[in-house]
């Protein structure tokens, strides 16, 4: 166990906790909420970084990290649909989860195939990721309606649109590979 991997785990610590607040009937909740969520996220930057750096790469965290983001983004996202009850939040948090899942699903059969290499993360997916966590702030910071809280879903939309071009550019890398095996 090192420092990367720690943080990791505190990540998805953090996630029942996020939960837990979230319900809590105080004007202070959702702010705290927000905060476990940034600190989460500067956390996925900050464990990938510091393994590089202190050459702690494991496979362990190879393993969790991903893990870990996808639980983080999924619950936020669950949260904030109960939280906005709207068709126009839903539809891109949907579109979010479901390339989530596509995804994980893919690069399992390829590493399967020994072709992991094929679905590696891309920077449409780094940006993706980055416009993803700054809507899901926003939108975990301030109340539906607000100005900012409007700004976080036209962000969350831009996720959304990059979700989906990051999702075509994954399933065409790996689309040789899919119809050899048909």
Known sequence: MNIPNLLTLARIVFI???VVLFYLPFSW???VVAGLFAVASLT???DGYLARRWN???PFGAFLDPVADKLMVVVAL???IERYDAMWLTLPALV?????IVISALR???AEMGNRGSVAVSWIGKL???LQMIALLILLAFTPGSPYAQLGVATLYLAALLTLWSMIQYLRAAWPHLARSM
Not at 96 to 100: A, L, T
């Open 56 to 58: 702690q790469s494991t």
């Open 128 to 130: 993706k990721t980055t």
């Open 96 to 100: 979010i989860i479901g390339r989530e």
């Open 16 to 18: 029942p906790l996020m």
């Open 44 to 46: 996925d930057w900050l």
């Open 108 to 110: 399992e059969w390829m």
């Open 29 to 31: 909740s959702m702010p």
């Open 78 to 80: 669950a949260l904030l």
